[in-house]
Antibody
Framework: QVQLVQSGGEVKKPGASVRVSCKTS????????ITWVRQAPGQRLEWMAW????????KSAHHLQARVSLTTDTSTNTAFMDLRGLRSDDSAIYYC??????????????WGQGTPVTVSS | QSVLSQPPSVSGAPGQRVTISCTGS?????????VHWYQQLPGTAPRLLIY???HRPSGVPDRFSGSKSGTSASLAITGLQAEDEAEYYC????????????FGTGTKVTVL
């Protein structure tokens, strides 16, 4: 079955960077994209960014595009999200999900289990 | 970047029908982009509930259905059950700027 398994929780200091990985299985990795969504404690889902596993094209939310980088490793069917310049309001659970190949209209399914990231001095 | 608007909460007794609205704009729902719905149980990752024109992934009961009209969409839950108590989010695509995905503000469904 299709599965997305994310890396473990992280605790970082303000100004640091974090990398979250998302290892996929059960489908042809390059037939889809991967999207990243985060959820601060008690808050709504916030779309962050998307990458095509086919050609590496990316899209990101305007307010994050200067700090977020997405990559994929097609040899291990794994996607990575790097977030730089961490601030306390970046503390959230970060989810990856399988997404459309072309970064256009479509849904996200399935989702990874989530990776908690805490930013604290 | 815009957000889709949902009511913060809806409630109903077991067996009742509840609906959740999702209001967008001319650059997302009104532009014809599909609306998808997710259910998030406490402490768990979201799961896809409805996609496209009211399609349900395998395992989702037919008590859940979706509809869309103009710049809005709705999720209906008929025969409400205790296990339906969760947070529900709509999601679509917005063609403004360079294009991006957009979520709703979320609705908490309480089973009385």
């Amino acid at each position: 079955q299709v599965q997305l398994v994310q890396s473990g929780g992280e605790v970082k200091k303000p100004g640091a960077s974090v990398r979250v990985s998302c290892k996929t299985s059960g489908y042809t990795f390059t037939d889809y994209g991967i999207t990243w969504v985060r959820q601060a404690p008690g808050q709504r889902l916030e779309w962050m960014a998307w990458i095509s596993a086919y050609n590496g094209d990316t899209k990101s939310a305007h307010h994050l595009q200067a700090r977020v980088s997405l990559t994929t490793d097609t040899s291990t069917n794994t996607a990575f999200m790097d977030l730089r310049g961490l601030r306390s309001d970046d503390s959230a659970i970060y989810y990856c999900a399988r997404a459309p190949t072309l970064g256009d209209a479509g849904h996200f399914d399935p989702w990874g289990q989530g990776t908690p990231v805490t930013v604290s001095s | 970047q815009s957000v889709l608007s949902q009511p913060p909460s809806v409630s109903g007794a077991p067996g009742q029908r509840v609906t959740i609205s999702c209001t967008g704009s001319s650059s997302n729902i009104g532009a014809g982009y599909d609306v998808h719905w997710y259910q998030q149980l406490p402490g768990t990752a979201p799961r896809l509930l409805i996609y496209g024109k009211s399609h349900r992934p395998s395992g989702v009961p037919d008590r859940f259905s979706g509809s869309k009209s103009g710049t809005s969409a709705s999720l209906a839950i008929t025969g409400l059950q205790a296990e339906d108590e969760a947070e529900y989010y709509c999601q679509s695509y917005d063609s403004s700027l360079s294009g991006y995905y957009v979520f709703g503000t979320g609705t908490k469904v309480t089973v009385l």
